[in-house]
């Protein structure tokens, strides 16, 4: 159902892009939406800030534009790890922690002028991990932790403690795991 056949107005399409990702349920690329709509990206990033400014749940991860429904992220299970690692092992922690059935909520680092800079990851599975480090090289975007010596948190979810304690030891095994705060 593509849009650039006819001209919509500004809240028209916002409404729309609302819909879109209320009902995709997986993420969408602001070029996606771009291209569909006959706009360009930065009329996608402020529709998508103006949505969010009304309270809409949409987080922007590395994937594209999602909206948390509660329910679907609701894991009854989280703590926050530290780990410190060069960028290179990136993707050999991520797939630790989604082969234990682990989601990676976020990554943390401590800036010292801006202080915690987060970013919304949401990498459950290792399809995830490989779209995340493949968008990373494809834009020569440097890790977070390149900020601070290797030195990050992540909030970890899971459905049970079991997975969460397994994959911290696996972390701690590979030496990646600095300490847990959980």
């Given at each position: 159902?593509?849009?650039?056949?006819?001209?919509?107005?500004?809240?028209?399409?916002?409404?729309?892009?609302?819909?879109?990702?209320?009902?995709?349920?997986?993420?969408?690329?602001?070029?996606?939406?771009?291209?569909?709509?006959?706009?360009?990206?930065?009329?996608?990033?402020?529709?998508?800030?103006?949505?969010?400014?009304?309270?809409?749940?949409?987080?922007?991860?590395?994937?594209?534009?999602?909206?948390?429904?509660?329910?679907?992220?609701?894991?009854?299970?989280?703590?926050?790890?530290?780990?410190?690692?060069?960028?290179?092992?990136?993707?050999?922690?991520?797939?630790?922690?989604?082969?234990?059935?682990?989601?990676?909520?976020?990554?943390?680092?401590?800036?010292?002028?801006y202080?915690?800079?987060?970013?919304r990851?949401?990498?459950s599975?290792?399809?995830?991990?490989?779209?995340?480090i493949?968008?990373?090289?494809?834009?020569?975007?440097?890790?977070?932790?390149?900020?601070?010596?290797?030195?990050?948190?992540?909030?970890?979810?899971?459905?049970?403690?079991?997975?969460?304690?397994e994959?911290?030891?696996?972390?701690?095994?590979?030496?990646?795991?600095?300490?847990?705060?959980?």
């Open positions: 159902m593509s849009q650039s056949s006819k001209k919509m107005k500004a809240s028209e399409r916002r409404e729309y892009i609302l819909s879109l990702l209320k009902h995709r349920g997986a993420p969408i690329t602001g070029s996606s939406l771009a291209e569909e709509m006959n706009v360009t990206r930065q009329v996608i990033v402020g529709d998508v800030s103006l949505l969010k400014a009304k309270n809409e749940p949409i987080v922007a991860t590395s994937q594209g534009y999602m909206y948390m429904s509660d329910a679907k992220e609701d894991l009854s299970y989280q703590r926050t790890i530290v780990c410190q690692h060069e960028g290179k092992d990136t993707e050999e922690e991520l797939n630790i922690l989604v082969d234990h059935g682990v989601h990676v909520q976020d990554v943390v680092v401590e800036h010292p002028v202080g915690d800079l987060v970013a990851l949401r990498i599975n290792r399809r995830d991990v490989k779209k995340f493949e968008k990373v090289r494809s834009t020569n975007a440097p890790f977070l932790l390149e900020l601070t010596g290797g030195i990050h948190t992540h909030t970890i979810a899971a459905e049970n403690e079991e997975a969460l304690d994959a911290e030891m696996a972390l701690k095994d590979a030496g990646i795991l600095m300490r847990s705060n959980g």
